[in-house]
């Protein structure tokens, strides 16, 4: 007969604290950790009974959950190995083997170490307990069932007790705080998702039926995981049917999914597991965090960033591995060269996956793509070694559907799209409605143009013109189509450069103000059948507006204004009959200010070429004032025909009408200004 008491060495004010700071953030673990104990149990029977050393039937094997709210009490049982009152002892009153002084100051810098410590997993328990009976009775032959109890204070008792089969029984009377655990559905929910895929029967109440309107409990036992999920079984074995129901299980309110991989791997480490290609469209975050990761069957977490490289997490599925190290509350994941080995491994299958679909199918992956393509984006970006692995079937498509492979397209478009200097010119468009008329100058010069409207289309532009020698990609509405692929360098002869002058500052004088915008106005010769105004803006500074809604350290960026260009065409029959007008109404005004300037600039040239060859010492002061005052002359003149010029602009209606429907086909014309367009659009009618 034993009956004791005991110190169990480890007080609750010094054990307690260390479990909860390091191991068990979160109570509701405690439920996984014992009945993943009672599941090992019942496996070390199923071991030893294989090799001969368990006499007689194992009988029904299976582990019970059982609340009794009247009680307060919440037990989970099993029929597997028991322990003796010597066992007890060893593993769950000497934590590991050690006392308390040892103990703490083994793991007081960092109890995240502690591993595969029998015992740890049992002490959860008092995070929601006031008290805990052990009840447990070992296959040896011959065994006396034992009773331990403990209500979270050093000391134990332990005293012989009356158990008819092999086995143990926790019992954790819950305490006033956790009465939460005393409920069915929050258990239902506990056990759902942490032990579905345990490989020993769990068993939670009874099985319900609807009768006379009213579910009902029956007989049967109420199984509530699946011993052999798909993950363990041999891919052979299995239909594309089985892959797709074990996903909608998985995650019911998804879409189908694209692709998948079975992961079955013995060497040189242990990983097994299915990985899904779901449905991504634009929105990263959303996809994160479902795959799901266990270590033999029994779930760890969903956050899998520590073993998977980033990408990765855009996938969906399970991965199963004793290899992956963790603590004891298997909830933290530790730095071990085994993660990076499984890491690569999945990056390799996920890569190799894509690239046999893609060969041995390659329409089925050209229909998936824009499902595909934001995963695939993101690995090019974010792992350095993916590009080299995905350069093969990572796809470019175009405004017309028509998908190429990265060196297709180099190659379909080099002749037409080869600039002046070697440069190959990639054209896309991101929003082909909002940039149409861009898009069809470039395409009726017989330029291609790429749609590149994903997430993160923006900064993958710029890693394939870092990847890709003397090559440039550049939005429609980045240039007139005719400087979007300059050819030969463009002649400017001085009568041109005048007119082009007068005309940008007469546009420029009746520009509306748009908020956070800035407009540089220009003119240059663009053909008969081009539009008369072109709104372009720079792509060196959308693109780095694009980073900074990516990137923190760029937010900068995001505060600047927008940078357009507004670019009057002189080849218009509209914009000719603008300057045909100014000619003919300011010739007379601008004639005198003209050859003024004329004689102020020849005169300034004239003084600062005789104050080049002089030393700065030798300038006298009346020299510098006579260079300030032909400056100060200039300024004034330029003024002055800057006045006549917006002077007229205010009475031409041409010009501000052609700069608005400029700014409305850019979606670029708002308030005030849209309500004049329409106004003078009226009257113009």
């Not at 000719?576 to 300037?597: T, W």
């Not at 501000?656 to 005030?672: S, T």
Request: glycine fraction near 4%.
């Amino acid at each position: 007969m034993v009956s004791q008491k005991g110190h169990i060495g480890i007080t609750t004010e010094n054990i307690f604290p260390v479990i909860k700071k390091f191991l068990y953030s979160d109570h509701e673990i405690f439920l996984r950790e014992i009945v993943a104990n009672a599941v090992d149990a019942t496996q070390k029977l199923k071991t030893l009974a294989a090799k001969g050393e368990v006499k007689g039937e194992l009988g029904e094997l299976n582990v019970e959950v059982k609340i009794d709210a009247e009680a307060g009490t919440l037990t989970v049982s099993d029929r597997g190995i028991g322990m003796t009152a010597e066992e007890i002892d060893r593993y769950i009153n000497q934590i590991a083997f050690s006392g308390a002084t040892d103990f703490l100051e083994k793991y007081k810098d960092d109890a995240a170490t502690i591993i595969g410590h029998f015992g740890l997993g049992f002490y959860s328990t008092f995070m929601v307990a006031k008290q805990v009976d052990i009840v447990t009775r070992s296959h040896q032959e011959g065994a006396q069932a034992v009773k331990w109890s403990c209500d979270g204070t050093p000391e134990f008792t332990i005293e012989d007790a009356e158990r008819a089969e092999r086995g143990t029984d926790i019992i954790l009377h819950i305490d006033d705080d956790n009465k939460e655990f005393l409920e069915k559905g929050r258990i239902e929910t506990l056990l759902n998702k942490y032990c579905r895929f345990l490989p020993i029967p769990v068993v939670f109440g009874r099985k319900t039926e609807w009768k006379d309107g009213t579910q009902v409990e029956t007989e049967e036992p109420n199984q509530v995981n699946d011993t052999t999920p798909l993950w363990t079984k041999t891919p052979s074995s299995l239909k594309d049917e089985d892959y797709q129901k074990f996903y909608r299980d998985l995650y019911p309110m998804q879409d189908e999914p694209l692709f998948w991989i079975h992961l079955n791997v013995d060497y040189p480490f242990n990983l097994t597991g299915v990985l899904y290609f779901p449905k991504i469209k634009n929105n990263i975050e959303v996809h994160r965090n479902k795959i799901q990761l266990y270590c033999n069957q029994v779930f760890v977490t969903d956050s899998v960033e520590n073993i998977v490289p980033d990408f990765l997490t855009l996938l969906h599925g399970v991965i199963d591995s004793p290899d992956i190290p963790l603590n004891v509350s298997r909830s933290y994941l530790q730095s071990d060269r085994n993660v990076k080995k499984i890491s690569q491994y999945i990056t390799k299958k996920a890569a190799d996956r894509l690239s046999g679909i893609f060969k041995n199918d390659r329409e089925q992956f050209e229909r998936k793509w824009d499902d595909l393509k934001l995963f695939i984006h993101y690995g090019i970006l974010s792992e350095p070694d993916f590009y080299d692995k995905a350069k093969s079937f990572a796809l470019l498509k175009d405004i017309d559907g028509k998908c190429y492979t990265y060196d297709e397209y180099k190659e379909a478009v080099k002749e037409a799209q080869t600039d002046k200097d070697g440069n190959l010119i990639c054209l896309y468009t991101n929003n082909r409605e909002a940039q149409f008329a861009h898009v069809e100058a470039a395409t009726a010069k017989g330029y291609n143009v790429l749609l590149l409207d994903g997430q993160l289309d923006a900064p993958l532009v710029s890693e394939l013109e870092r990847k890709w020698e003397k090559t440039r990609f550049v939005r429609v509405d980045g240039d007139t189509v005719e400087r979007l692929i300059q050819k030969a360098d463009s002649k400017v002869n001085e009568a041109d450069e005048a007119v082009r002058e007068n005309l940008s500052q007469v546009f420029k004088a009746v520009l509306p103000k748009v908020e956070k915008v800035d407009f540089h106005v220009e003119a240059t010769a663009m053909g008969e059948e081009a539009q008369p105004v072109v709104i372009t803006q720079s792509e060196y500074m959308r693109r780095m507006k694009e980073m900074a809604q990516l990137q923190q350290g760029m937010s900068f960026y995001g505060e600047m204004p927008d940078m357009y260009s507004l670019v009057l065409n002189t080849d218009h029959r509209l914009v000719k009959s603008v300057n045909e007008e100014l000619n003919g109404n300011l010739a007379e005004r601008l004639a005198p200010i003209d050859a003024e300037l004329r004689g102020l600039e020849a005169r300034r040239q004239a003084i600062e070429t005789t104050q080049q060859a002089m030393k700065a010492e030798e300038i006298t002061e009346d020299e510098k004032a006579e260079l300030k005052k032909v400056n100060d002359d200039i300024a004034a003149q330029r003024n002055l025909r800057e006045t006549a010029l917006a002077d007229y602009a205010r009475t031409n209606k041409i010009v501000p009408q052609l700069i608005d429907l400029a700014l409305l086909q850019n979606g670029l014309l708002r308030g005030e200004a849209l309500n004049a367009f329409v106004k003078r659009s009226v009257e113009l009618i």
